[in-house]
């Protein structure tokens, strides 16, 4: 069955750096682009990063841009999130997507369970 688990979180201070994984099986990983989300107590889930299929092409929310490094390795069906010069505004639960839209148009979309960065002195 579809999977996608993620690690790498935990508690940094501020000015610190975290690298989340997340490793995907049971669907084609190749065909998907793979994207980080997070959500902070209270707050709605944002987009952090996304990358394309093939790796070519990267986008970052504003807040992260400079920061974060989002990059992927289809050999190893897994989805990297480099974490750099973190702010305790970057606390939240971090979560990889995989989505691909059909040919018919239909949207497959997957979640992972997520892993907590907490960013605090």
């Known amino acids: 069955q579809v999977q996608l688990v993620e690690s790498g979180g935990g508690l940094v201070q501020p000015g610190g750096s975290l690298k989340l994984s997340c490793a995907a099986s049971?669907?084609?990983?190749?065909?998907?682009?793979m994207s980080w989300y997070r959500q902070a107590p209270g707050k709605e889930r944002e987009l952090v990063a996304t990358?394309?299929?093939?790796?070519?092409?990267?986008n970052y929310a504003n807040p992260v841009k400079g920061r974060f490094t989002i990059s992927r390795d289809n050999t190893k069906n897994t989805v990297y999130l480099g974490m750099n010069s973190l702010k305790p505004e970057d606390t939240a639960v971090y979560s990889c997507?995989?989505?691909?839209?059909?040919?018919?148009?239909?949207?497959?979309?997957?979640w992972g369970q997520g892993t907590q960065v907490t960013v605090s002195s």
């Open positions: 049971g669907f084609t990983f190749s065909n998907y682009a």
């Open positions: 990358i394309t299929n093939s790796g070519g092409s990267t």
């Open positions: 997507n995989a989505q691909r839209t059909t040919i018919w148009g239909e949207i497959n979309s997957f």
